[in-house]
């Protein structure tokens, strides 16, 4: 059987009615975790597992899947109108997606997502159909220095993430970088800057850093100054401008080889290819400065990587097993507790139940995408409503979220203190992305360097031995040494002027 | 919404812990039951746990529900539940030996020790094994020790954290076999470990059955171990460290559920009977098995014991690792 | 604006200073044991701390001496709306005072004999801060100006406040007490009036919220001790509706 027909027939197993139930059923789930700031696609989809225990497996896993990119582009929604990243790969679709929203273009924001998420999805699930197995075996080769080095040039990348400072955008990714210090360390499992208090063992958390800074942020700003006239959203403005189109779709090509590329390295987070799609979109750009205020590529970008990254990682998954993120190795969970065990030989062994799958895939990127546009003008209405209900619930939603990944009281407070700080940072005009960046990619770094080195036995020749490693060491370099020219000629200018 | 509004709701506040202690349950439970994991959510103990959970619920018609309390390999949620209330409403799961070398770890500085649980039953024995990916030159167990002599501290080998049950069975094979010094790399989880054995960033790996039973039925990979007194019985056909001649590196995984110390007994004694009938149901043994965990379940004087057998190696294990040249 | 990058600035410089005594070099003020810089693989425990800190300290530098020389740049040019400066110093003592209240505010000894414990404390405290931000606000005669400096710094305290109280409240009191409390006081502060739409909306917060997501999701959620009150609301509410 030709993948073709294997895949058609796919389809027709997925196209059942209970199984497009079960597609739809699970994109509304996922919707509404994703919409819930805190409790992620991970929990949300573990909390619901035992939901699909009286499911058959195609069934259960079908809908399981569904709830995965339904959380996606739940996240989305909270990021874009109310500035609060519903779960890590929304952080970075909050900066412009958010001031959008705010000139009454949220419509717009969430529909670009939309469509972004469906073109990245679709063509991801097409490549991963064809090129599967062969990049598959390719992507294992990235170890513990591939991935040093690839941490390496997304810290490096962040010279273009700030904004009128680089010694400030640099500064905050270094702060960032202290802050994910705090915690065991990787080298004896001794605690780090805990002060005795256990919460702080397992480092600061990352979800009520990202909500504070950004949600409560946010909404102090608007407590400061509470805005009267209530933006009126358009609704016959649902799509970009026509102009603006050029520029949508290649930042959605772009987002897509991104996301899809990353998406096949096992272990790579969601949030990497979203900040990479960012900063490519803002170094592409023939106006770089519109980044922030409400550029139409830095959602479009971001947004169409993510998904393509989350349909991508299943690649991983279904030919070697390997989860690439925590959510997808609950969905591995799930795969295997309904009787499927992802591995090369899942194709030979139950080649009908894979491909119905993957079918599922594409139908639940149309599921989505019928599910949210039609609603996206219903979700940008809520804008509208005072902006005193606004605070109230959106404010309630973060205690609730933060308390719920944890039980723990422990991340309410750091929430709110983030809070504090986000709103003071932002007053002062202090990039926060950066901030984030560092926080993100910081344990990464020091645990992969940690472990190539024992590898190595303490050999450091080992970063430039292995080509991969030796290459992506050298685009850091000229990312910084292009970084550091950019500075220089200010300063010689600033020399002339006085 | 007034002034007078305000300050009663204020004063109720204060009166919290002056609104006295819940009457003593008779017929326990009678409210819901907090069963705690110290993973985060989707683990393989989560998904022990929510089986178990689910099963239990039904029986005694209260809800037991699961609370992740995750991070530092565990010791944030240990570090809970010791602090919780011994009325038998929040038990959570221990992972031995990993909340063992935790507390044995002096770096860790853990504020609860063995006495500060009372352990009620367990659940899951998983065996450690010794394994390496399907076209490794490595046939057998005594290949890898062989090469770990011939060329002491380059034979790559895998763990899925430190101080974890797989880095003890590493220093448990190095001391019965005298000269055999492995390169030990530590890794995160057993999803890194399988991503980096079949890469060849490591030569062989140490885990514990239930991670690899799948892979090992596609031929993926190839376990060559287990460290058991008896064979597995999802890995029939893997000798065991005992058959192969190296009877001291005896190294499990075991998830079992405890409380705060102090508990009541008759609570402790009620508690088991649920869990255990809950245990013992054809559906949790059949979804366990699903995904290659064996179920042990122990309760009593035979949990106690193995409870503090247990605590000595890891002391034993704890202290050579920390002194031991290259970790 | 360019002060204000100043302050922060020293911030960040004090913060990495910090960082260095007590997280490195350890200080027996707080307990603190050096971490090592190497080990016999590589950077030890110790070695990242140190270097960044620096980095963060020569950084701080260098940001001082480009606001200092490009004073044209860190104008007045930012997006956001700009208050007048005693906004920003006053949200500064608001926000150290909230922080020592939430974090380990300590007990008296009278207190604990009876049975009050530091958790309550701070519960009550943090409570009659953000309720006495709510009043002012609430009360404050017709020369309430909504756009005035003070009535901003009052609507950050009563947001901060009562951020700190529901963290302080939400497991001595419960979820739904704690959201009932919240949205409660919160809403008035911010100029809601309309008690038509206050009402629905904080029942639904405390009551609603919490059946969907402790019930139906099955999300942990603290029950608190005021179960007994809410146990014949919710029997009245399946009474009715079902």
Sequence with gaps: ?498 | MNRRDFTGLAGAAALVPLAGTSAQAQEFPTKPIQLMVAYPAGGSTDIGARIVASIAEKAIGQPVVVVNKGGAGGQVGWTELSRQKPDGYYIGFINLPGFNTVIADPERQAIFDIKSFTPIINQVLDPGVVWVKADSPFKTLKDVIEAAKKEPGKVRAATTGILSDDHLAILMVEEAAAGTNFRIVHLEGGAAQMKETLGGNVDVSFDNVGSIVKQVAAGQVRALAVTDTKRSKFLPDVPTTVELGYPSVISSSTRGIAGPKGMDPKIVARLQDILKKAMDDPEHVAKLEAVGLGIRVMVGKEYQDYYDDIHKKAIKYTEWAKKRPQK | MKRGWQIATLGFIVFAGLALVIGVWGASFINARPLPLKDALGPGPGFFPMWLSILTLLLGVGLLVEVGRRSADYGEESPYPQPSPDVTRSVLPILALLALVAWKFPTFPLLERIGVGSETVRAVISTVLAAGCTLALVLMPQRYDELSDNASVLRIGAVLGLLVMAAATLEPLGFRVTAFLFTALLLPALGARNLRIIVPFVLSASLGVFYIFYHQLKVPLPIGPYDWIFKPIEAAYFFIFR
Aim: one cysteine or more.
């Design chain 1, 1 to 498: 059987m030709s993948t073709l027909e294997l895949l058609l027939n796919g389809f027709g197993a997925a196209m059942s009615p209970e199984n497009l139930a079960f597609a739809l059923i699970g994109c509304v789930l996922g919707t509404l975790i994703g919409v819930l700031p805190g409790v992620g696609p991970a929990a949300g989809t573990a909390i619901l597992i035992p939901l699909t225990f009286k499911l058959d497996p195609t069934g259960a896993i079908i809908m399981l899947c569904a709830i995965y990119y339904g959380a996606m582009y739940g996240g989305t929604i909270t990021s874009v109108l109310l500035n609060v990243p519903g779960e890590a790969a929304s952080v970075i679709t909050c900066i412009d997606g958010h001031a959008m929203a705010k000139q009454g273009r949220g419509g717009t924001a969430l529909g670009v997502a939309a469509i972004g998420s469906f073109v990245g999805g679709v063509f991801a699930t097409i490549a991963l159909v064809v090129v599967a197995v062969p990049l598959s075996t390719l992507a294992l080769k990235f170890g513990p220095p591939e991935f040093f080095a690839l941490m390496l040039v997304g810290l490096c990348l962040v010279t273009g993430l700030a904004g009128r400072s680089l010694i400030a955008g640099i500064l905050m990714t270094v702060v960032g970088l202290m802050l994910a210090l705090v915690g065991i360390d990787p080298v004896r499992g001794a605690p780090r800057f805990t002060f005795g208090v256990p919460d702080l063992y397992d480092g600061i958390g990352f979800i009520p850093v990202v909500m504070g800074l950004f949600g409560i942020g946010e909404i102090l700003m608007t407590a400061e100054k509470p805005v009267r006239e209530v933006v009126r959203t358009n609704l016959s403005k649902l799509f970009p401008e026509r102009e603006e189109w050029g520029r949508v779709w290649a930042s959605i090509a772009r987002g897509t080889g991104i996301g899809f590329f990353l998406g096949l390295i096992p272990g790579v987070g969601s949030i990497i290819p979203t900040f990479m799609s960012y900063i490519a979109e803002k170094r592409l750009a023939k106006d770089p400065s519109r980044f922030g205020n409400g550029a139409i590529e830095g959602v479009a970008g971001p947004e169409t990587a993510n998904n393509s990254y989350a349909n991508a990682a299943m690649v991983p998954l279904l030919t070697l097993g390997i989860p690439s993120s925590p959510t997808i190795a609950v969905l591995m969970g799930a795969f295997i507790v309904n009787g499927l065990t992802p591995g090369p030989f899942l194709f030979q062994e139950k080649p009908e139940l894979v491909w119905a799958i993957i079918a599922s895939f594409f139908i639940g990127n149309v599921v989505l995408l019928i599910l949210n546009l039609p609603l996206v003008g219903l979700w940008a209405k809520i804008l509208e409503v005072p902006y005193q209900y606004i605070c109230a619930g959106t404010l309630l939603f973060c205690i609730l979220g933060a308390y719920s990944i944890n039980q723990s009281v422990f991340d309410v407070t750091v929430m709110i203190i983030c809070g504090g700080i986000g709103y003071l940072l932002r007053k002062l005009d202090f990039p926060l992305a950066p901030l984030v960046l560092g926080i993100i990619l910081g344990p990464q770094l020091e645990k992969s360097l940690r472990t190539s080195l024992e590898m190595s036995a303490g050999d450091y020749t080992i970063f430039f031995t292995r080509p991969i490693t030796l290459v992506l060491l050298i685009i850091a370099v000229i990312i910084l040494a292009v970084a550091a020219l950019q500075l220089a000629p200010k300063e010689i200018r600033e020399g002339g002027d006085d």
